[in-house]
């Protein structure tokens, strides 16, 4: 529901939910800029579809590619200055979701809600690295907390 609230708002700035979850993640990686596929896996889309989508904000002058230093054959994605312009009026809206958002929440629910969504997180990250081995079904866990 976020993502389409924000839809909403940077609508005006022209750029599709897709263009600006790639420049979001661009942005993370401002200063060595990005590989293609490093970009792919990121945002969890094929390499075609991510260059399409480069394509389109290299067209309209969001990002550039350039060569690799070390390895001409690799191009680096770089955000443009109209590119941070456009991640700062996002960053702006971000801002302004948020106070919408949180409103009515104290603080140390916001630090509850917080600690939850990391141990969760962190569960996830350890089931994904882990060997198969199972730490329990869902019902287990919940049988647990009766």
């Given at each position: 529901m976020r993502r389409t609230l924000f839809d909403q708002e940077v609508k005006q700035l022209g750029i599709t939910r897709a263009q600006w979850w790639a420049l979001a993640n661009l942005s993370r990686h401002e200063q060595e800029g990005m590989i293609q596929s490093?970009?792919?896996?990121l945002l969890d889309v094929g390499k075609v579809t991510v260059g399409g989508l480069i394509?389109?904000?290299?067209?309209?002058?969001?990002?550039?590619?350039?060569?690799?230093?070390?390895?001409?054959?690799?191009k680096r994605i770089f955000i443009t200055e109209l590119g941070d312009e456009v991640i700062e009026r996002m960053a702006e809206v971000g801002r302004k979701l948020n106070s919408v958002i949180m409103r009515?929440?104290?603080?140390?629910?916001?630090?509850?809600?917080?600690?939850?969504?990391?141990?969760?997180?962190?569960?996830?990250?350890?089931?994904?690295?882990?060997?198969?081995?199972?730490?329990?079904?869902?019902?287990?866990?919940?049988?647990?907390?009766?």
């Open positions: 490093d970009l792919a896996r394509d389109r904000l290299e067209d309209s002058g969001h990002v550039v590619r350039q060569a690799d230093e070390h390895d001409r054959r690799i009515g929440i104290t603080l140390d629910n916001i630090h509850i809600a917080e600690d939850v969504m990391q141990s969760m997180k962190d569960n996830l990250r350890a089931a994904l690295s882990s060997d198969g081995a199972d730490s329990g079904t869902s019902e287990d866990i919940l049988l647990e907390k009766e």
